[in-house]
């Protein structure tokens, strides 16, 4: 029996949700974030304001979440990532 760990460092773990604190009325939601499209615009369930990324923000994940979308999340864990929504 070969006690063998898989390393698998290509496979960063990328957090699939994220919390978005709404800056309007501090109302908290969990949203799932696609791992392949970026959120522009997000609106508010508890006060119903449309949420827009801040300048230089690439969605609102990256300006209102508690986690950043999973582009984001690849690119500061070193791996290579498939940008969605860099210019
Ligand atoms: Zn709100």
Known sequence: MTDRDQQTMSEIAVEATS???CPECGAKHIEPMPS???IY???CKGCGVM???KPGD???FC???SVPCPPIQIERAGGASE???KS
């Open 19 to 21: 919390e978005v604190t």
């Open 36 to 38: 392949d499209a970026c």
């Open 41 to 43: 615009f997000y609106e």
């Open 51 to 53: 949420l827009r990324p």
């Open 58 to 60: 690439c969605c609102v």
């Open 63 to 65: 300006s209102y979440g």
């Open 83 to 85: 940008s969605c929504c």
